[in-house]
């Protein structure tokens, strides 16, 4: 089934069957497999608008299944975890992962619900995987799915009609910036490496004449 079909498939189900199909779409989601969720989120606030689905309903069984989903996607990082210690427990770059993390991954896990939407399920798996802890993952991701559908679903419900165009600007604008945050993060690591490496100027003579 193509993109494109399956999306039709999914708001056709939403048309038919309510904020029930829409909370489905979003736990799904929310376990990795690739659906138009922020588009779903769009739809289902044009639809409330157009009373072609119950706008409260939708809200929350949307926003329950969309935390459902990210609890069990932390889950499969936790499930691999002894498995990602014994692989890169010994690397100075996961274990400064792991404390990076542990400093800012509130942010993270909050931006990722709603601003940087490709990167939630990548998230929610190190959250498991490094050990972060689960009360304090479940609080910064319902707060940034919360945020997700409020503001999303109000914006298809304020735009009504042209919420398909609106779509289409924010996932290029979504998609710009995971490329920026993708393009940074190699700069950094560039850096860091070029720095390691890097040998201060009069340290080999200094040496030789002790």
Do not use: C
Not at 118 to 140: D, E, Q, V
């Amino acid at each position: 089934m193509s993109e494109i079909s399956l999306t039709d498939w999914l708001l056709t189900g939403m048309l038919n069957y309510g904020a029930l199909t829409f909370g489905l779409a979003l736990l799904t989601g929310a376990i990795g497999v690739p659906l138009p969720s922020t588009l779903l989120v769009l739809a289902a606030g044009a639809f409330a608008r157009q009373s072609a689905m119950d706008g409260p309903t939708a809200a929350m069984l949307g926003f329950l299944g969309a935390v459902v989903g990210d609890s069990l996607s932390y889950g499969i990082g936790r499930v691999a975890r002894t498995w990602v210690q014994r692989h890169f427990i010994l690397s100075s770059a996961w274990r400064q992962a792991q404390v990076a993390f542990e400093r800012r991954g509130g942010l993270a896990i909050y931006l990722t619900r709603f601003l940087i939407t490709p990167l939630a399920f990548p998230t929610n798996l190190i959250a498991g995987s490094s050990g972060y802890t689960y009360w304090r993952f479940f609080l910064y991701a319902a707060t940034g799915e919360l945020t997700w559908i409020i503001l999303y679903g109000g914006l298809g419900y304020l735009f009504g009609a042209q919420w398909e165009m609106l779509s289409q600007l924010l996932s290029d604008f979504s998609g710009l910036l995971v490329g920026l945050i993708v393009l940074g993060a190699g700069f950094y690591v560039w850096l860091r490496r070029r720095k390691t490496i890097k040998v201060p100027v009069g340290t080999k003579h200094k040496t030789a004449t002790k």
